[in-house]
């Protein structure tokens, strides 16, 4: 069993801080703003807060291109604003969890520019990674970028390339420099002692990379370089980390989240979030089956139990909208209900839940008129590269509405006024228009909102240690649109029942069950049948 740790019965908020409130009416979100929202946030229950990179940055990838990690960009406030967050959420029994990108910085970071001026005479040109191209031109290798085009840019000052995995503008850490490494572990120990919870470590299945070998995650130094990290920083503050993992499975989770906080507390891994693509990519055309995501979320279950600790989540600033996603937003009371069931089967599971901002309101995707609505690299950026390949404006704009990032990038929906009251000025991206319905002030005066079905989740988990230690126990299911597992605590069990469709489902005789209903999406519970979207949870007499 997990060591008892002081966030494992937490659940995490994630906060993009540009969408989520603006405090000075520049039409961008900043630190006082999340300040002003303490309250909310206590209200609904969360106790650690995750913010997307606030530190320097030209937001060439919205301040995940880091040029100073000592300094907050100034869109955002303040470092005399941060302190004060850190403050007033620790009032409130909140810890904030900073978002550590240190795969690649900006390339305007003082440790790139001094590289590209003084070239090997620096001390940091080894803190990236240059190569020579071949004699016609040729780049160093055939690695691509995840913002379309190659992975190498030349730099004319150097005579070189150099390796970036993400924007031209997010040059790659060498993390073979143990210099390197060290300058990172002293920011990390600067931030913890300024009073922070934690961090959230930005693609870091990505540092132990061998570009000429074109190894770029999971590489072999991977799992040392997190244990030399751990050692030199979180382990001395009790620190909750969660990895950002794409290519995770099972096996390397238990090394990340071993109990023995060896590495990290836990990571997110996608494979329930890209279940359906197989080859794929996320701008393709593809459909996934609820029967897939459901064993996919049960072996995570069943192979991490005692032995690492899941996260539990469905949506985050680069994804789009969960309810759109995985749940059904084509009628209100199908939206109601389906995010009600996402966040019954997610929070029921055992590990730390995870709320994006808006997902306890069931915030839904955009669908932009124009390209100039859009503000992500990585949409723009696929949709030139598309565009010169031949693919048509419309096949190339269902992919961005279907898994573009700027789903999630909206700005939060406070109200229905002009600008959902996230600002009194034009924000830097355009309101879902949904806001005429969809907002937290309708939520926080509706009995039976999301929001107010997130808020008894939550207080649950924090209530009930059968939510946080129970052994889950799968229960096998013939018919593909029900989900049924228990959590089982010493004589205490507690049934998880949903249905993911849209149609009433027949309960199999051998699973219904009589008790105590913790919590359900519906008035009333109907022992032999599921109907749409519903999702009920059980106390076994
Ligand atoms: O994301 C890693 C990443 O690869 C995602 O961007 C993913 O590939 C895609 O965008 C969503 O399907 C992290 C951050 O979460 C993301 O916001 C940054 O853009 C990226 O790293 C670079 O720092
Ligand atoms: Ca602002």
């Known amino acids: 069993m997990m060591n ?30 999340i300040i002003s929202k303490l309250d909310y946030l ?17 937001n060439d990838d919205n301040g995940y291109d880091i040029s100073d990690y000592y300094d907050i960009m100034p869109e955002f406030g303040t470092m005399k604003d941060m302190d004060e967050l850190i403050e007033e959420a620790k009032k409130r029994n909140i810890g904030i969890v900073m978002d550590l990108v240190a795969n690649h910085t900006s390339d305007e970071h003082a440790w790139f520019k001094d590289a590209v001026e003084k070239g090997e005479a620096s001390p940091y040109y080894d803190y990236y990674i240059w190569r020579d191209g071949g004699p016609n031109g040729e780049l ?10 190659p992975a190498w840019t030349y730099n004319e000052k150097l005579g070189k390339y150099y390796l970036h995995q993400f924007s031209k503008k997010q ?9 390197m490494r060290h300058d990172i572990y002293d920011m990390i120990n600067w931030w913890l002692e300024k009073g922070i919870a934690g961090f959230r470590l930005d693609v870091i299945d990505l540092i132990g990379k061998i570009p000429d070998e074109k190894i770029l995650a999971n590489g072999p130094m991977l799992h040392p370089y997190i244990k030399e990290m751990s050692i030199a920083s979180f382990q001395k503050h ?3 980390t969660v990895g950002e993992t794409w290519g995770a499975t099972p096996e390397s989770a238990m090394l990340y ?29 593809y459909d996934w089956e609820f029967k897939d995501f459901r064993n996919i979320l049960v072996k995570w279950q069943e192979e991490l139990a005692d032995k690492g600790w899941n996260s539990l989540f469905l949506g985050n600033h680069d994804l789009p909208r969960s309810v759109s996603y995985f749940g059904d937003d084509s009628t209100e009371e199908n939206r109601v209900l389906s995010a009600k069931m996402l966040a019954t089967m997610m929070h029921g599971m055992q590990g730390t839940p995870y709320v994006y901002q808006g997902e306890e309101i069931g915030m839904v995707n955009v669908q932009f008129d124009t390209m100039d609505d859009y503000k992500d690299i990585e949409i723009h950026n696929m949709y030139k590269e598309a565009t010169e390949g031949g693919k048509p404006h419309d096949e190339i704009m269902q992919g961005i509405y279907k898994n573009g990032r700027d789903n999630a990038r909206t700005p939060m929906q406070w109200d229905d006024s002009t600008y959902a009251g996230f600002s009194d000025a034009e924000p830097w991206i355009k309101v879902n228009e949904s806001k005429e319905h969809i907002n937290v002030e309708s939520d926080l005066n509706n009995p039976n909102s999301i929001f107010k079905h997130y808020k008894k989740l939550i207080q649950l988990r924090k209530d009930n240690p059968i939510l946080v230690d129970g052994v889950f126990k799968n229960v096998e299911q013939e018919n593909d649109n029900l989900f049924i597992y228990q959590r089982i605590l010493n004589d205490k069990t507690w049934q998880v029942m949903v249905n993911a469709s849209n149609s009433e489902q027949q309960i199999p005789v051998e699973n219904q069950v009589d008790g105590k209903v913790i919590l359900s999406n519906y008035h009333d519970v109907q022992k032999d049948m599921l109907r749409p979207y519903e999702a009920v949870i059980v106390e076994i007499e």
Do not use: C
């Open 257 to 285: 989240s071993n109990p023995d906080d060896s590495e990290l507390s836990m990571v997110f891994q996608f494979e329930h979030i890209t279940t359906g693509r197989e080859n794929k990519s996320k701008w393709d055309t």
């Open 238 to 240: 009790d620190a909750f």
């Open 4 to 33: 008892n740790k002081w966030w494992k019965d937490k659940v995490v908020y994630q906060i993009y801080p540009r969408s989520f409130m603006d405090s000075n009416g520049d039409g961008t979100g900043d630190i006082q703003g």
């Open 171 to 179: 040059p790659d850490l060498n993390w073979e420099n143990e210099s």
């Open 140 to 149: 160093p290798n055939d690695i691509t970028s995840v913002f379309s085009g």
């Open 42 to 58: 206590e209200h609904l229950g969360v106790e650690v807060l995750w913010l997307s990179p606030v530190y320097g940055s030209p």
